[in-house]
């Protein structure tokens, strides 16, 4: 759109300077030897011109203004048809301003300077000429400013789809962006002050010192993790630091020191790239919270394995279960999405009384 202006823009000052030198100073330079009143008049209203058209570019906004001047022009270029110093020549360089200022009244307002223009030339002894050619300039320049009135706003409709798709884009983005964000907030900090709040819950009831005690280090190791990940959320960086195994293997032993309860492991030395390592991490972190807050399991296996076609984490518990399709809540949602966003599925099987599997799988070439 600013393009666009400018290029507006630099097209009407190039203009003006061939409109004054090749339209009004060849008129005053025509009447210098002339003397008496048409002379006077030649000067004033060529003067009166120039003035004019200089108030409309200075005022470029005021449309009031515009069709003030092109009403008033009218006349003026009918005088000037009659005047020595006018004619055809300066009707014909006239004709855009019609176009460029008016736009939909452009063909009236210069059909009217032109039937000016020819009263004024016939008025005149030898103005036959002028008149012809003035006439013929109209009727050339109604299709081609009709063709380009058309393309303009071609080009404003054009621009203006641009900036619609510009700021979908925009709002889309925007979205993704606070999705991403709140999966990461959920998966990871919200996750971690459950756990300090279940610790910490465990810990004020707790009778023997020493666990009291390894709540208390469970908490502060959690609030410590819980700061490493705020900083990796404002740095908008996922961390990759160690293997996915490790990692795994260390969310597994704190949630079998914090819960109490049996972990069986599986866990395969694989190494994916940092975004799949990010993905199955978070998928743990939630398969995990959800069995502390949800199932009241005894028994938890998580199995991390590569596959021929690619990376897959199962995670089950021997809880009480629940119907998949009336789970509400964000976790499983978020999990869907993030695994999707790098083509893997996840898939989430339970029912009542029976315990739950999640597994989730993501593409070797992901």
Request: proline share 3%.
């Amino acid at each position: 759109m600013v393009a666009e202006i400018r290029t507006l823009s630099d097209m009407r000052g190039w203009y003006a300077l061939v409109w004054v030198v090749f339209g009004l100073c060849p008129g005053l330079v025509a009447v210098l030897g002339d003397t008496g009143t048409r002379r006077f008049w030649s000067v004033v209203v060529l003067g009166a011109m120039g003035v004019g058209y200089a108030l409309v570019t200075l005022l470029p906004d005021h449309r009031a203004i515009r069709l003030t001047y092109l009403v008033l022009l009218i006349p003026a270029l009918g005088a000037m048809g009659f005047l020595p110093g006018g004619g055809a020549a300066l009707f014909v360089l006239t004709l855009p301003q019609f176009w460029l200022l008016a736009r939909t009244l452009a063909g009236w307002l210069s059909g009217a300077a032109a039937v000016a223009v020819v009263v004024g030339a016939v008025a005149r002894d030898d103005g036959a000429g002028n008149a012809v050619v003035a006439a013929g300039a109209f009727l050339i320049s109604v299709p081609v400013g009709l063709w380009w009135l058309r393309n303009r706003a071609l080009g404003a409709e054009l621009a203006r789809t641009r900036r619609e798709l510009a700021e979908a884009h925009r709002r889309e983005g925007a979205v993704r962006e606070r999705d991403r964000l709140a999966r990461e907030i959920h998966d990871t900090l919200a996750q971690g002050f459950a756990s300090i709040v279940a610790l910490a819950e465990a810990a004020r009831i707790a009778a023997d010192p020493q666990r009291r005690g390894r709540y208390l280090a469970s908490i502060e190791a959690t609030a410590r993790e819980n700061l490493a990940e705020a900083r990796v959320l404002v740095g908008a960086a996922p961390s990759d630091e160690g293997s996915l195994t490790g990692a795994v293997g260390h969310l597994l032993a704190r949630f079998a020191e914090d819960t109490g309860i049996v972990v069986h492991a599986d866990l395969a030395e694989v190494e994916p790239a940092a975004r799949v390592r990010g993905a199955l991490l978070r998928c743990a972190q939630e398969s995990l919270a959800n069995v502390r807050k949800h199932a009241a399991a005894s028994t938890v296996t998580v199995v991390l394995a590569a596959r021929a076609d690619g990376v897959e984490l199962e995670v089950t518990d021997d809880g009480r279960g629940f119907t998949v399709g009336d789970a509400r809540g964000f976790g499983i949602t978020g999990m869907r999405q993030r695994l999707a966003e790098l083509g893997g599925d996840l898939t989430v099987t339970s029912s009542p009384g029976d315990g739950t599997r999640v597994l989730a799988e993501i593409p070797e070439d992901t």
